[in-house]
Nanobody, 118 residues
Framework: QVQLVESGGGLVQAGGSLRLSCAASETINRLNSMGWYRQAPGKQRELVATIASGGSTNYADSAKGRFTLSRDNAKNTVYLQMNSLKPEDTGVYYC????????????WGQGTQVTVSS
């Protein structure tokens, strides 16, 4: 069972920056994707950004131009750099790992709170 450990959330003023990290407990040698999703109060969980094991990225329109997702495969870690934060970015951010193959496996982190004040 892969564990995902998230860190880096907190309280920041609008226009500020935060960097989230998500570390997997073991090396994933199969084709996979890691990414971040967020859930605001009263809303459904939504995609923020994902990055494949080969490095290709996918961003939600709301994240494009402000957020950058990167990964360090040697450390089994992904990083979400969030700049120019807005109050609407507030929510619980969850890390997700998807492992592809004959069977698909999905793992979620415990979530980290991001609060952007106006």
């Amino acid at each position: 069972q892969v564990q995902l450990v998230e860190s880096g959330g907190g309280l920041v003023q609008a226009g500020g920056s935060l960097r989230l990290s998500c570390a997997a407990s073991e090396t994933i040698n199969r084709l996979n994707s890691m990414g971040w999703y967020r859930q605001a109060p009263g809303k459904q969980r939504e995609l923020v950004a994902t990055i494949a094991s080969g490095g290709s990225t996918n961003y939600a329109d709301s994240a494009k131009g402000r957020f950058t997702l990167s990964r360090d495969n040697a450390k089994n870690t992904v990083y979400l750099q969030m700049n120019s934060l807005k109050p609407e970015d507030t929510g619980v951010y969850y890390c997700k790992l998807t492992i592809f193959g004959f069977k698909r496996y999905e793992y979620w982190g415990q979530g980290t709170q991001v609060t952007v004040s106006s």
